[in-house]
């Protein structure tokens, strides 16, 4: 399991997406599904998937947020035949919000919302090394445009095994985009690539828990260490869920949890759920307390 995970919050549709990615995306697979009852959303579907390399989360947990593009997932295709075949099964259904074509940084680039609302950007590399097939990508609009370059280089303070990559930045006469703001840039966190953007572009749109990422933490120590270095929001605060200064949401959860919601004990997994659900940093001890009966 990688140590940062993608969540995605649908309303009904996590296991019919997860069929639906899977089917499209070729070595991928859905690792383990779970029903947790007497959530505030009611009967919940947790759904684990593998995509291209890249393990998500797909819960469906009611009509609460919708998908826009400030997260987005860029899928590195090795040829252009690959980047149409793509685009042929993301765009049914979905809005075009760059067209499929030759662009100056790829021979053939398309981005699409699909028929779930989740953004897609396909991209052909032609002949660059492509370390991770699918990669996040952050866009930093509004009040936060311009804040992309702070929040990478706070990330990569955070996490370990990190650093910022390569750098495009706005040039003069690229406006409304502010000279010097960031275009594109990659970073990695524990290893894993990401990407983030500014856009100074009118857009009614901005982070919201509909994606959010999961850390996964073995100790006490570790969820205490990422809680505090990335929680800004105290009101955000919620069931292992934070917001960061900049209003992107992480989960920080421990992994002894998500070996609880294999159990197919009801009964021990309705204690947890009721434990979690009060919680908002979670707490290790507590939690297996629960889990055991005790």
């Known amino acids: 399991m990688e140590k940062i995970t993608p969540h995605l919050w649908f309303d009904k549709e996590a296991k019919e997406a997860a069929k639906f990615y899977v089917s499209i995306f070729k070595e991928s697979k859905i690792k383990d599904k779970t029903t947790i009852y007497n959530t505030p959303s009611g009967t919940t579907d947790i759904v684990t998937l593998k995509l291209l390399g890249l393990e998500f989360t797909f819960i469906s947990a009611g009509p609460l947020f919708k998908f826009n593009p ?20 993301l765009s049914k259904g979905g809005t075009i919000l760059m067209e499929l074509g030759e662009y100056p940084f790829s021979e053939k680039y398309g981005w699409v919302k699909d028929k779930y609302g989740l953004s897609w950007q396909v991209m052909s590399f032609s002949d660059q090394e492509i370390k991770q097939r699918i990669t996040p990508t952050l866009m930093f609009v509004g009040d936060i445009c311009g804040k992309a370059e702070e929040a990478i280089n706070l990330y990569a303070s955070v996490f370990h095994n990190a650093k910022v990559g390569d750098i495009l930045r706005y040039e003069k006469g690229e406006e ?15 290893g894993q690539e990401f990407a983030a953007m500014d856009s100074a572009r009118m857009h009614n749109f901005n982070f919201n828990e509909a994606i959010s990422l999961i850390v996964h933490c073995n100790t006490q120590d570790e969820i205490d260490y990422y809680w505090g270095k990335l929680s800004a929001i105290p009101e955000a605060e919620q069931c292992g869920w934070l917001k960061d200064k900049y209003g992107f949401s992480w989960q920080i959860v421990p992994t002894i949890m998500e070996e609880m919601f294999k159990d197919k004990d009801k ?5 947890v759920t009721e434990a979690f659900l009060k919680m908002k940093k979670f707490d290790i001890e507590k939690l297996k307390k629960v889990y ?3």
């Open 292 to 294: 055991e009966g005790k």
């Open 176 to 190: 409304p985009d502010k000279e010097g703001t960031i275009k594109h840039a990659a970073f990695t966190l524990e």
């Open 267 to 271: 009964k021990k997994l309705t204690r």
């Open 70 to 89: 400030s997260v987005s997932f860029l899928v590195a295709c090795k040829t252009k035949g690959e980047v149409e075949t793509l685009w042929k099964k």
